[in-house]
Every structure is written in C-alpha cells, then in structure tokens.
C-alpha cells in the first residue's frame, strides 16, 4: 500500500493564481482530511470529509474548496492565492471515527508570492 | 470550541534519560480522544500514543505513556530512556476534528 500520497510536494505560486492539491489514499478509508502548517504552528484543519460526496469546514476554510467524488481521492482547492495561504499542507485519513487514528501524507509545501 | 495548550515551545534531554511533555485542552465533547503526534524533520507525521477519555487507564506504548487527568485535563507525555530519534516536534491533539496545539520541539542530547 502507498498510503496517502500527495502532490506536488512543492510548489510556487503568484498571488491570485489557482491551484489544486492532489491527495489520494489507497486503504479504503471513509474518513480524509485536509491541515495548513503554518511556520513553527501545529496544524489546523481546513476541511474534512466523512464519505464520498460528504464534506464539512474545518476551522480555516476560507479561501479554499474541497471535492469528494471518490474514496480514494480528496482534492483541495486554493482560488485567487494569497500569501497568507503559504504553508505547508497535509492530507490525511482514517478508517472510520472510531479509531481517530489518522494517516499523513508527506505533504506540500506552497509559497504564493 | 476545542482549544490544545502545549506551554513549552522547546525542552531537551540527555539520552537515556525520562521526559515529561505537558498538554491542557478543553473540549465540550463528552467523549473524545487524545493523542500526541510526532513530527520529526522529514515533516511526516507519526502518531505516538492514543487514549480514549472515558478509559481511566492510563495509555502506554514501549517508551512512551501518558499521564491522563480527566477532571483537569491534562494529558502529558511521558518518554522514557529517551533516544536520539525521538528529536522531533511533538503535537498533542484532541477529538475527532484532531484540533492541535502549537507543539514542543524536543531536542535529545547525546
């Protein structure tokens, strides 16, 4: 199993330019999950998704928009960068709410300037 | 609102030797989960140790345990015979949404 994999793994970007975050996992998890990393911070949690076609805000989604057409995949969406959005970024997922055990990508890490 | 305070930014230890780490949250969840996450500097994150609230023991894995403390909640981390790959930023995070503190940057010494 590759587990969670994400990419690009780095990425510049001009303000005001759009791009999407690719993650992907391949343990048939329900449960996938987006963070920012911000320099020398913990995470936070920009959005989450419960199951195909289901997903929720996190805690700082503005600026961004997230997609779950399939199991496996759980793209994340930045319009119109801005250089507050530079950051490093994590997907993750899990089996299922019970566990909580999450899985990390590698992660991305995203300059717009 | 779910909010995690890790109140020391940097410790370090000689090998060998016994660590604790401290988290405080507050959570308005009846049942939730803890955990402590460790980011070493390939950036991955690695999940440690995991305690679910309504279990009073206390959880422990190899070297690491915590000491969890409902009514006060706390949940600290205890590494013992510390080694020289434990040198990473360790998170401690509580519930489903994983809502993470600001981490400690642990540093083992040789």
């Known amino acids: 199993n590759a587990g969670v994999t994400q990419t690009p793994k780095f990425r510049i970007l001009k303000i005001g330019q759009s791009m999407t975050l690719q993650c992907a996992q391949d343990?048939?998890?329900?449960?996938m999950y987006w963070y920012r990393q911000d320099p020398g911070m913990g995470l936070k949690l920009i959005y989450y998704?419960?199951?195909?076609?289901?997903?929720d805000k996190g805690e700082v989604p503005n600026g961004y928009n997230v997609s779950r057409s399939t199991t496996e995949d759980f793209p994340l969406r930045l319009e119109l960068a801005a250089p507050s959005q530079t950051s490093v970024y994590f997907c993750?997922?899990?089996?299922?709410?019970?566990?909580?055990?999450?899985?990390f990508g590698p992660g991305t890490r995203l300059t717009v300037t | 609102a779910q909010t995690v305070t890790q109140s020391q930014p940097e410790m370090s230890v000689q090998e060998a030797e016994t660590v604790t780490l401290s988290c405080t949250y507050d959570?308005?969840?009846?049942?939730?989960?803890l955990f402590w996450y460790k980011q070493p500097p390939s950036r991955q994150m690695i999940l440690v140790i995991r305690?679910?609230?309504?279990?009073?023991q206390n959880a422990t894995e190899n070297r690491f345990s915590v000491n969890f403390q409902k009514a006060a909640k706390s949940f600290s981390l205890k590494i013992s015979d510390s080694q020289l790959g434990d040198t990473a930023m360790y998170f401690c995070?509580?519930?489903?949404?994983?809502?993470f503190g600001k981490g400690t940057k642990l540093t083992v010494n040789p």
């Open positions: 993750a997922s899990s089996s299922d709410r019970h566990t909580y055990e999450q899985y």
């Open positions: 343990m048939n998890h329900n449960y």
């Open positions: 998704s419960v199951g195909a076609g289901i997903t």
């Open positions: 959570t308005s969840e009846n049942n939730y989960y």
């Open positions: 305690q679910e609230a309504y279990k009073q």
């Open positions: 995070g509580v519930s489903e949404k994983l809502v």
